[in-house]
């Protein structure tokens, strides 16, 4: 019969039913139990969504895959894992190749233009604004 009073009396206080009022000892007992198990669940979910597509790998996937909705880890990516490290040297050539790209793209974009006002009609009106 002790056995039972004492389970009663440590439910009685679990879950805040005795003491400063049901409320307070509820969210200081039992309650406070929720918003731990709800951060646990946040985490784990967000690890999950963040992590790489790959089936079965746990690692997170921080580089999208170019044209596709898929996210990768640096072991995974089909580019990234080509490389063992992207150095100095790797990230400066990427860069001076864009640059000579786009410098290329508006020469030409200055020919287009250069050869589309050279055939145009002269006809001594301002060109609308």
């Known amino acids: 019969m002790f056995i039972f ?11 805040g039913i005795g003491g400063s009022g049901p409320h307070y000892g509820f969210w200081s007992g039992a309650g406070s139990d929720i918003g731990e198990i709800t951060l646990v669940g946040a985490v784990i979910v967000a690890a999950k969504h963040a992590n790489c597509h ?23 990516h089909p580019v990234l894992s080509q490389h063992p490290r992207i150095t100095a040297e790797i990230m400066a050539k990427a860069h ?3 640059q000579a790209q786009r410098r290329a793209d508006s020469t030409r ?8 006002t050279a055939s145009a009609p002269n006809t001594g009106e301002s060109p609308p604004a």
């Open 5 to 15: 009073h004492a389970i009663g009396n440590w439910l009685y206080w679990f879950f």
């Open 54 to 76: 790959d089936k079965g790998c746990w690692r997170i996937g921080l580089h999208r895959v170019e044209g596709t909705p898929y996210k990768a880890c640096r072991k995974h």
């Open 96 to 98: 001076e190749e864009f």
């Open 109 to 116: 974009i200055e020919e287009i233009h250069r050869q589309v």
